[in-house]
C-alpha cells in the first residue's frame, strides 16, 4: 500500500497544480476572503451566478446600449426593443452556458463569466470607453474589462473586511471564487502586457488592482485565458455578431438585397478587413464567407417586419448561433477527445471559417448601422458628454459624486486616485444618468 501511495505521489508530482484536483479543485473555488456558505448544498459556482446576477452592476446594463438606440426603429416596421448591453449579456451567458456545458465546463461557472463580461462598460459602450481613456491617462488608463474585473473586486458592494493597515473596512467586491474571476478575465495581462502587441490598449487589470489580479491568476500561465474564459470570449462574439444584424435589420438599417452588390460588399469587406479580420487576410475569404451564409435555406434575404419575417429572421439568428457553436464544439472535439475540458486543460478550436462568418456579421452591422451620419453626429454628442462630465466631476468633486464614491474620493491618498474615483462613478452611470448628471453639473 506505501508502495502504491509512493508511485500515486510520484505521478502526481509530475502533473500541473489543476491536474491534481480532477475537474475543478480546490485551488478554483477558493474566494480571496474566505466566508461560510448560507446555504448548505449550493456549489461554489453557483453562489458566484447569483452574485452577478443579483448585482446592481448587472441591471444598471439595461440603460446601456448594445448597438441601435431604443425608440430608433424606422416607422415602417414596428417596435422590436432592441438589445441593451443587459439583453446581450443574458443572451451571451445562455449561448456560453449551453457550449461549455457541451465541452465539460460547469456551466454555472462559463454563465457566471459571461454575465459579468460587459459589466465594467461605462456609457455609450466603446465611445465613453475612449473618452475616459484619455481622461485616466494619468491614472492607470481605462479598460471596459479591466474595469469589469475592478467592479467585481472593489466596487460592487457585497463583503466587506477590516484593513490591514488601518481601522476601517474595505470593500472585496463580490468575493467570487478564483476560477470564477479568471474565466471573467477576457485579457489576462496588465496594461501594457499584451503578450504578442505590447502598444495594445487592451488590458485586463488596473496597476491598483495587480494584487487580486495575481490571487486570480496563480499558477495560471501568462498571457492565457483559461478555458471557460475562452468559451465565454467566444460567445460574446456568437451573441453580438448575430443579434446586432438582427436588431439592424428589424429596425430597417439593414437591407439584405445589397449584400449582393459588388460595391456594398466591397464596403463591408473593407471594414472586416479594418477592424474583425487578422491583417493580410485575403478578401476572397471574406467573400466566401458571406457568400456560404447567403446560400443557407433559412438566410434572411428580405425582411418587412410582418409575423412570418419576424419568425424568419429569429429562425436564422437561431441557425446562426448554432452553426457557430457546433463548429467549435466539433473542433475542439476532435482534437481534445470526449474528456471534460476546463482551466488550462485544452484551448477551444474554431475553424477559420466561422471565424470569417462571424467577423463578417460583424462588419454588416458595423457598416450599416454604426456607420449611419446620424449615428456618427450622436457619437460625437456622447464624447463631449463624458468628457465635458468628467472634467466638471473632477472639479467640483465630492459634488456630483454618489455616496459611494464620495467616500472613495474622500478617503484617496492622492491627486491620482482621487481622479480614479471620478472614473469610476462615470464607468457606474447608465447612458441616461450620464446624460442626466451632465445637464445638472452644466446648468
Not at 460592487?156 to 471573467?184: H, I, M, Q, W
Not at 435555406?297 to 424568419?312: C, E, F, I, M, S
Not at 460583424?362 to 468628457?387: F, L, S
Amino acid at each position: 500500500m506505501e508502495e502504491k501511495d509512493r508511485s500515486q505521489r510520484a505521478a502526481s508530482a509530475h502533473l500541473g497544480p489543476y491536474e491534481r484536483y480532477g475537474p475543478y479543485g480546490e485551488a478554483d473555488m477558493e474566494r480571496y476572503v474566505t466566508e461560510p456558505d448560507k446555504r448548505p448544498g449550493r456549489t461554489a459556482f453557483q453562489r458566484d451566478r447569483a452574485r452577478v446576477l443579483h448585482s446592481a452592476a448587472l441591471r444598471r446594463l439595461a440603460g446601456k446600449t448594445q448597438v441601435v438606440d431604443p425608440g430608433v426603429n424606422s416607422a415602417a416596421v414596428i417596435d422590436t426593443s432592441p438589445r441593451t448591453r443587459l439583453t446581450h449579456s443574458l443572451e451571451c451567458a445562455q449561448v456560453g452556458r449551453e457550449l461549455g456545458a457541451a465541452l465539460g465546463c460547469d456551466p454555472d461557472l462559463v454563465e457566471t463569466a459571461c454575465l459579468a463580461h460587459d459589466l465594467g462598460h461605462p456609457p455609450f459602450g466603446h465611445n465613453g470607453e475612449l473618452v475616459l481613456a484619455e481622461f485616466a491617462e494619468d491614472c492607470g488608463g481605462f479598460e471596459g474589462n479591466a474595469q469589469s474585473l475592478r467592479l467585481l473586486t472593489r466596487i460592487e458592494p457585497k463583503k466587506f473586511v477590516p484593513d490591514p493597515a488601518g481601522d476601517t473596512l474595505v470593500s472585496v467586491g463580490l468575493n467570487l471564487t478564483r476560477a470564477a474571476l479568471d474565466a471573467a478575465t477576457k485579457y489576462p495581462w496588465a496594461r501594457g502586457g499584451h503578450p504578442t502587441t505590447p502598444g495594445s490598449p487592451k488590458f485586463g487589470a488596473y496597476e491598483d488592482d495587480l494584487p487580486v489580479f495575481g490571487w486570480l491568476r496563480k499558477d495560471a500561465p501568462d498571457g492565457r485565458q483559461c478555458f471557460e474564459a475562452q468559451v465565454m470570449d467566444w460567445a460574446d462574439d456568437v451573441a453580438y455578431s448575430v443579434h446586432d444584424v438582427e436588431d439592424g435589420l428589424q429596425a430597417g438599417h439593414i437591407d439584405p438585397g445589397a449584400l449582393t452588390s459588388a460595391a456594398e460588399r466591397a464596403e463591408v469587406f473593407g471594414c472586416a478587413a479594418a477592424r474583425y479580420v487578422p491583417p493580410g487576410t485575403d478578401p476572397a475569404e471574406l467573400a466566401a464567407a458571406l457568400d456560404r451564409l447567403l446560400d443557407q435555406p433559412w438566410w434572411p434575404h428580405g425582411y418587412d417586419g410582418t409575423a412570418l419575417a419576424q419568425a424568419r429572421l429569429k429562425d436564422a439568428a437561431s441557425q446562426l448561433i448554432g452553426r457557430f457553436c457546433l463548429a467549435a464544439e466539433s473542433a475542439t472535439r476532435e482534437r481534445y477527445g470526449t474528456g471534460r475540458l476546463t482551466r488550462y486543460r485544452a484551448e477551444l478550436v474554431v475553424p477559420r471559417e466561422q471565424r470569417l462568418e462571424c467577423a463578417v456579421l460583424k462588419a454588416v452591422a458595423d457598416r450599416y448601422v454604426m456607420q449611419r451620419a446620424a449615428q456618427a453626429k450622436r457619437r460625437a454628442e456622447q464624447r463631449v458628454v463624458i468628457g465635458e462630465l468628467a472634467q466638471r466631476l473632477l472639479e467640483r468633486a465630492p459634488e456630483g459624486l454618489d455616496p459611494q464614491f464620495r467616500g472613495i474620493f474622500d478617503a484617496a491618498p492622492d491627486d491620482r486616485a482621487r481622479r480614479r474615483a471620478v472614473v469610476d462613478q462615470i464607468a457606474s452611470l447608465t447612458d441616461a444618468a450620464a446624460t442626466a448628471l451632465h445637464a445638472r453639473l452644466h446648468a
